[in-house]
């Protein structure tokens, strides 16, 4: 059975009261309460490893309820949280639930996890581009989190695709065509699981140690060797400043490496979409045209950048040339593309739509949103245009709510093309009049259009090793 033993769940008896007997410094019973963790938060203070255990173990076993977890999340957020802190949540959320033991399947075994963005559909073309290369991927994925879209949700374009694999299947499926992305089950980082779903709809995501913390607790649960980490900055990103995103990056694989995964980050661009399509099965077949070598090209590096690091990790490639090479050499020849339709039967979808993308989900509505002048785009608000996709559906807006994969943007112009008035600034992908129109006003308010050319910024910003 391929999780750790029971002893690693360190639940503490029932109540929101912790029976175990802490012990304070005269050496009576603690009683916390959660109203005292939230106001000490709230006042700036640090929190000890035995609060955030507390909160932790209390909010996983539904002892604590969301009111008093959305207090202290939004006191995080202003008040933020130390390194010690943040590393004590992160093993607090790894060790909510089974720790993933991947020893039982051959090779190392690398995973990657973006930190989100708007079109950032990496994973869908990275992971069969590197496992179609002989490196091991197994990954855990997560659902849309805040304008940013979840590889979950764009995977399960594929009619019947499903990514609740049991630990045995998740290892079987690796060890067979080298490949698999599991969502995150009940008993993986469950405690993650809560306050993922609970950031998303409290305005509380976009904050450097719950970001870090979340990332890596399920990195850890998950079980693999080695973590490639995609750090977005921009307008797109939680991590608006480079400054910010470096300091996340460094966090993250500081974290990794103390956990004794190799861990690296890579720092790009989120100032504008990825690639050109928004939207969940408007970015898979956007993936698909890049394993068949036709994607757009800020993507393609991207994935190359990435999946060099993830060959190194994974001991298959000399060097970043020998790496790069490999990769393509993967789409080229078309193994990239098979190991995708490979991958995509393993999980029960229907691999037809990897070669036929017209069987994926289509939007009723499809047209463009015109120019209002001539001009270069100077700039492209990218966090608006993931909310243009929420409009749209493509997005949650309460924990229970359900999305329309069939939605979105591809966007005809980036930043410094040049565009006539009355020409595609975009094509709307709708099923519902009223959305349409909104988000056609939104876009059209997030894109500025300059008379003088304008550069883009550089996609890859720096590495954090
Ligand atoms: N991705 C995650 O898994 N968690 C976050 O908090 C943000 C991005």
């Known amino acids: 059975m391929p999780v750790l033993p029971q002893g690693r769940r360190r639940f503490y008896g029932a109540g929101i009261r912790r029976p175990t007997g802490m012990k304070t410094q005269e050496g009576g019973n603690v009683q916390m309460r959660m ?67 991947l020893s039982g399947i051959r090779g ?11 079109g950032d559909k990496t994973s869908l073309a990275l992971a069969p581009m590197v496992a179609a290369c002989g490196v091991t991927v197994a990954k855990m994925s997560g659902r849309g989190l ?31 065509i080298g490949m698999a992305i599991m969502g995150q089950t009940a008993d993986l980082a469950p405690a993650d699981k809560k306050l993922y779903a609970l950031r998303d709809v409290t305005a509380t995501v976009d904050n450097m140690s719950l970001i870090a913390s979340s990332i890596m607790s399920k990195k850890l649960a998950a079980g693999a060797d080695a973590i490639v980490l995609d750090v977005k900055t921009g307008s797109g990103a939680f991590m608006k400043e480079e400054k910010d995103a470096r300091a996340l990056a460094e966090e993250m694989v500081s974290i ?20 050109r399509a928004v939207g969940n099965a408007l970015e898979v077949r956007e993936a698909i045209d890049t394993l068949r070598g036709k994607g757009p090209e800020d993507f393609t590096e991207l994935c190359l950048t990435l999946g060099s690091r993830m060959l190194a990790a994974g001991g298959r490639a000399p060097g970043e040339e020998a790496a790069r090479q490999m990769l393509a050499a993967a789409i080229e020849d078309g193994r990239a593309l098979r190991k995708l339709a490979e991958f995509v039967e393993a999980q029960d979808g229907d691999a037809a739509a990897v070669y036929d993308p017209e069987l994926l989900p289509k939007a009723k509505i499809i047209r463009p949103i015109a120019a209002p002048r001539d001009g270069y785009i100077s700039r492209i608000i990218c ?13 949650r807006e309460t924990k229970e709510s359900g999305i329309d994969l069939s939605v979105g943007l591809v966007l005809c112009r980036k930043v410094g093309d040049y565009v006539r008035a009355g020409e595609p600034l975009a094509m709307l992908h709708a099923n519902e009049e009223s959305r349409a129109q909104e988000a056609g006003r939104r876009y059209l308010e997030a894109c500025t259009i300059a008379v003088e050319p304008c550069a883009c910024q550089p996609l890859i910003r720096g590495i954090v090793e």
């Open 256 to 275: 990794g490496n103390s956990a004794g995964r190799r861990t690296v980050a890579v720092i790009s661009d989120m100032d504008q979409p990825l690639g």
């Open 146 to 176: 805040g304008h940013t879209g979840g590889t979950i949700d764009k995977l399960e374009s594929f009619p019947g695709f499903t990514t609740s694999l049991t630990a045995e299947r998740f290892t079987e499926n690796v060890n067979r």
């Open 35 to 101: 109203y005292d963790i939230i106001m000490k938060k709230r006042n700036g203070g640090e929190l000890s490893k035995e609060e955030i255990d507390f909160f932790v173990e209390g909010y996983t076993r539904g002892e604590i309820p969301d009111y008093q977890a959305s207090a202290l999340m939004m006191a995080i957020y202003f008040r933020k949280m130390t390194k010690k802190e943040t590393l004590a949540l992160t093993m607090a959320m790894a060790q909510s639930g089974d720790m993933l033991d």
């Open 108 to 118: 190392i075994k690398v995973d990657k996890h973006s930190t989100g963005g708007v």
């Open 383 to 395: 966090d608006q245009v993931g909310i243009c996709s929420l409009i749209l559906g493509g997005g």
